[in-house]
């Protein structure tokens, strides 16, 4: 990808507890509730021209029967997809966000 410094696993850092704090407080903004926000791993192809799999930090939460993923790509990069099951993933039109606010 053109323009994107390429990161290994090791450069990929973890959300922290103000990431999670900030995803918590918009998500309990957003449904007026407390919602639960689970840390995972998501291999992901950051290059569209390797076939190179990143391991890269992910917080996950389900809500009104959808399921929501924002991946870290970098220190301050991110990605968001939304599923209803296994076969539809979208995105919302955006690639990368460099906000983790404005990407949630």
């Known amino acids: ?8 696993d090791s450069q990929v850092p973890n959300f ?3 990431d999670h704090a900030l995803v918590a407080q918009l ?3 957003r449904y007026g509730h407390a919602v ?3 840390d995972a791993d998501a291999e992901l192809r950051l290059d569209p ?3 190179t799999l990143t391991s890269c930090p ?6 009104r029967s959808a399921h929501f993923v924002v991946n870290k790509l970098a220190p301050e990069s991110f990605r968001a ?6 076969r539809q993933h979208f995105g919302c039109g955006i690639e990368r966000f460099d906000d983790l606010r404005r990407c949630v």
């Open 49 to 51: 021209e390797s076939s």
């Open 1 to 8: 990808m053109v323009g994107v410094q390429a990161v290994t």
């Open 81 to 86: 997809e939304f599923f209803y099951d296994d």
């Open 16 to 18: 922290d507890a103000n």
């Open 58 to 63: 992910t917080l996950y939460w389900c809500e």
């Open 27 to 29: 998500l309990l903004d």
């Open 36 to 38: 639960d926000l689970q």
